[in-house]
């Protein structure tokens, strides 16, 4: 209900009122809301003028938002205030409109704020770009992982001779059910005076926290409760193991990149390893002090330009440390799994959970929900210590 709608629900109330007590507290009522539509409207009218005064380049559509961040901040601006009490969610990224519950239409005040925040390391999140994506409109999906066991053999048989029998194993069915990645947060209600903050609160810190978690569910998940099964995790992926006391070297990853296609049909598109794996390939050097890679003002045998971070023969090299030192995950990523979404991420935001509205705060919402499938294991192998 928005001040007018109360408003009007007051002079109702004051007319049928039946007792000279009862008529004056609606009176003191009818005038604080009276008080909040009259500032609205001021501040709703400098915000039209100032608007006004920009210049406008021809018909030009409004800028979609860049971020998720943007997005909401953007959706939430004019729409919730400070000191008021409200329940505000914007919709999915890729959608337009705005969903809100009870806000109150007052416009936020034009106050600069210091936005700059000294954040920590932000590690690149590439995880989930590896694979492929689908959608689905359910829950859960179920899938059919094929037998590679057969029994008998085609033969060269004579004119009317008996044909040899042949029979396949039975496939596994695997279900696959969303799991939801989520967490709240709370902040002084003056972010929401700020939109450019409130993204930056959004984009910089909840995104970042939120995709790391989902990164780590999607490569090591166990699976247990409420976790993503990930890929390290998963039976029937191919597996290399490297002497027991040394170290990952660049052979072993060429045989596994020719496991997967070998066990599944496959080119490998992709290499995962840890920057202590990744920098020991890098710096090593052959009899002649030459470094394998290229050094560090050229490329290998200074004959090519050098490159910041060559790729591991010749595929997507993802160099991070959501794998752990000593591992190596080589796969056909597009080919050999999904991250399947229902719908994109969600954020929102109230100031009426616990006791956010007495001291003026807000708390902040962010989830979404996804699953790992793996329809070819065999796509993907796993480089490991040998442990004897």
Same mark, same amino acid.
């Given at each position: 209900?928005?001040?007018?709608?109360?408003?009007?629900?007051?002079?109702?109330?004051?007319?049928?009122?039946?007792?000279?007590?009862?008529?004056?507290?609606?009176?003191?009522?009818?005038?604080?809301?009276?008080?909040?539509?009259?500032?609205?409207?001021?501040?709703? &009218?400098?915000?039209?003028?100032?608007?006004?005064?920009?210049?406008?380049?021809?018909?030009?559509?409004?800028?979609?938002?860049?971020?998720? &961040?943007?997005?909401?901040?953007?959706?939430?601006? &004019?729409?919730?205030?400070?000191?008021?009490?409200?329940?505000?969610?914007?919709?999915?990224?890729?959608?337009?409109?705005?969903?809100?519950?009870?806000?109150?239409?007052?416009?936020?005040?034009?106050?600069?704020?210091?936005?700059?925040?000294?954040?920590?390391?932000?590690?690149?999140?590439?995880?989930?770009?590896?694979?492929?994506?689908?959608?689905?409109?359910?829950?859960?999906?179920?899938?059919?992982?094929?037998?590679?066991?057969?029994? &008998?053999?085609?033969?060269?048989?004579?004119?009317?001779?008996?044909?040899?029998q042949i029979s396949f194993g039975d496939p596994t069915a695997v279900t696959e059910s969303l799991k939801k990645i989520a967490a709240y947060y709370k902040e002084s209600d003056e972010i929401i005076e700020d939109a450019a903050w409130l993204a930056s609160s959004i984009n910089n810190r909840a995104l970042y926290l939120h995709d790391l978690a989902e990164e780590t569910q999607l490569l090591s998940g166990d699976g247990t409760g409420q976790n993503i099964k990930g890929i390290l995790n998963r039976s029937g992926i191919g597996s290399k193991t490297y002497a027991h006391g040394g170290n990952v070297d660049a052979d072993v990853i060429f045989e596994a990149m020719m496991a997967v296609q070998n066990n599944s049909g496959f080119a490998a598109d992709a290499i995962v390893i840890n920057p202590t794996d990744y920098q020991r390939l890098r710096l090593a050097k052959d009899s002649n002090n030459q470094y394998y890679g290229g050094g560090y003002f050229y490329g290998a045998y200074g004959n090519t330009p050098m490159a910041e971070q060559p790729p591991l023969w010749g595929l997507r090299t993802v160099v991070t440390s959501a794998i752990s030192a000593g591992t190596v995950l080589v796969g056909a990523f597009k080919a050999g799994g999904s991250v399947i979404r229902k719908g994109g991420t969600t954020v929102e935001m109230v100031n009426t959970n616990e006791a956010d509205f007495i001291n003026n705060r807000v708390t902040i919402r962010v989830e979404n929900r996804l699953a790992l499938a793996v329809r070819y294991p065999a796509a993907f192998v796993k480089i490991t210590e040998n442990p004897t």
């Open positions: 209900m928005n001040l007018k709608e109360r408003l009007a629900e007051l002079l109702k109330e004051l007319d049928a009122a039946e007792t000279l007590e009862d008529a004056k507290r609606i009176k003191g009522e009818i005038e604080a809301v009276q008080e909040q539509i009259a500032l609205a409207d001021e501040k709703a &009218g400098i915000l039209d003028s100032m608007k006004a005064s920009k210049p406008v380049a021809g018909n030009r559509t409004e800028a979609k938002a860049a971020s998720l &961040g943007e997005h909401f901040a953007k959706a939430a601006e &004019g729409h919730v205030a400070k000191g008021q009490r409200f329940s505000f969610a914007a919709p999915e990224f890729e959608k337009a409109a705005v969903v809100m519950t009870t806000p109150s239409s007052i416009a936020p005040a034009l106050t600069d704020v210091d936005t700059r925040l000294v954040e920590g390391y932000r590690r690149p999140l590439l995880i989930a770009d590896l694979f492929g994506s689908e959608s689905i409109s359910g829950t859960a999906i179920t899938y059919f992982v094929e037998n590679s066991s057969v029994e &008998g053999a085609f033969a060269a048989v004579a004119e009317n001779g008996t044909k040899p």
